[in-house]
T-cell receptor, first 112, second 114 residues
């Protein structure tokens, strides 16, 4: 039972490079979200999706792009990486209503 | 708007002692409330949730939390700490039926002394 799978686990980028963080879930969940975790700040919502073809912005969307073409996948794109985007990124998914989110193990991203 | 405040970035207890991690929330709509635990280099694992049913919620690993509307609090407790409880704990709030839009507190790192 894989749950939520994130790839890669670690990545180092140079400023200005682009990258896609992958997220896949095998629980047929409608709802998926991306968060970033920074020391002393908890997790903050970047973007979320309530179903295939439907996405919306969270608290900190600038510099990130998402799309959702299938129920299973919800990739996060950094179009032009900046040092301020150095963080640990978590993808999560959940079923209907108030079901709690299931989290992946995270992607640790460093931007030099 | 919703927000979460966790008092104490670090809490240290002795093994066998009571664990109390504090969480206060602000919400203009009825909230759902969650506690998650994060072990080093891992994702977040759900401990328990409040979704407008019983105000005393029991979770995994002997943890429980009580929703107190009058105090806007959702403190996490465990009667007897175990070494394996050492981790970071996050309180989170979301609008009712929108748990995909979690607002997290800044976290509390629990240290357990032998």
């Amino acid at each position: 039972n894989a749950g939520v799978t994130q790839t890669p686990k670690f990545q180092v980028l140079k400023t200005g490079q682009s990258m896609t963080l992958q997220c896949a879930q095998d629980m047929n969940h409608e709802y998926m979200s991306w968060y970033r975790q920074d020391p002393g700040m908890g997790l903050r919502l970047i973007h979320y999706s309530v179903g295939a073809g439907i996405t919306d912005q969270g608290e900190v969307p600038n510099g990130y792009n998402v799309s959702r073409s299938t129920t299973e996948d919800f990739p996060l794109r950094l179009l032009s990486a900046a040092p301020s985007q150095t963080s640990v990124y978590f993808c999560a998914s959940s079923g209907p209503g108030g079901e709690p989110q299931h989290f992946g193990d995270g992607t640790r991203l460093s931007i030099l | 708007a919703q927000s979460v405040t966790q008092l104490g970035s670090h809490v240290s207890v002795s093994e066998g002692a009571l664990v109390l991690l504090r969480c206060n929330y602000s919400s203009s709509v009825p909230p759902y409330l969650f506690w998650y635990v994060q072990y080093p280099n891992q994702g977040l694992q759900l401990l328990l949730k409040y979704t407008s049913a019983a105000t005393l919620v029991k979770g995994i690993n002997g943890f429980e939390a009580e929703f107190k509307k009058s105090e806007t609090s959702f403190h996490l407790t465990k009667p007897s700490a175990h070494m394996s409880d050492a981790a970071e704990y996050f309180c989170a709030v979301s609008p009712m039926d929108s748990s995909y839009k979690l607002i997290f507190g800044s976290g509390t790192r629990l240290l357990v002394r032998p």
